[in-house]
């Protein structure tokens, strides 16, 4: 099956600066990479997603980019804000008749004032 | 519309005792979920069905039991809660089935076994 790790565990950033959490993923075959951040007291929400035909993909300070040969994607947030602050999750669709989605463990992000 | 309901908010159960989990979603997706989150682990797939009336496992789904009798509702039932049960549970719906689709998730269910 498939195996998704997720780094750094915890993240501090200062307001305005850039935020990067990485993934790697373990089968070459999963073609599909979500991110979904979840704040206080709520469930995650889709916030961007890319497929394995494109590797860049932004929607306005957010970006993800996707590298098959070494298997990592990773998020980016540009110009942070407090309301960045949140967990973030990254997931993989591993392809076939099964499919699910595999979790990675999840990064807390706090953007400081 | 309301999305995807989770009911209770949250529970205290004594070990042993039998718990049901409700789910409710009335955006008519097709495929619901049962994760449980917990700390450094994320988000575990317990449970899925694809489509009413069928279900399948998940990564977790020892001590736990699903049924989707019909599009909206999936419980998450717990036959004798043992304490390595106590979560955050979420439920999740998407309109495809198995494949590159948006996840909806509740609110989710603090659940806590003694």
Redesign the interface.
Known sequence: ?ENVE?HP?TLSVQEGDSAVIKCTYSDSAS??F?W?KQEL??????II?I?SNVGEKKDQRIAVTLNKTAKHFSLHITETQPEDSAVY?CAA?LSG??????????TQLTVLP | IAGITQAPTSQILAAGRRMTLRCTQDMRHNAMYWYRQDLGLGLRLIHYSNTAGTTGKGEVPDGYSVSRANTDDFPLTLASAVPSQTSVYFCASSVLAGGPDTQYFGPGTRLTVL
């Open positions: 099956g997720q565990s073609n599909y979500p979904y007291g709520k469930g995650p929400q889709l997603d497929r999750f669709l008749s099964a499919r699910q989605l595999t979790f990675g463990s999840g």
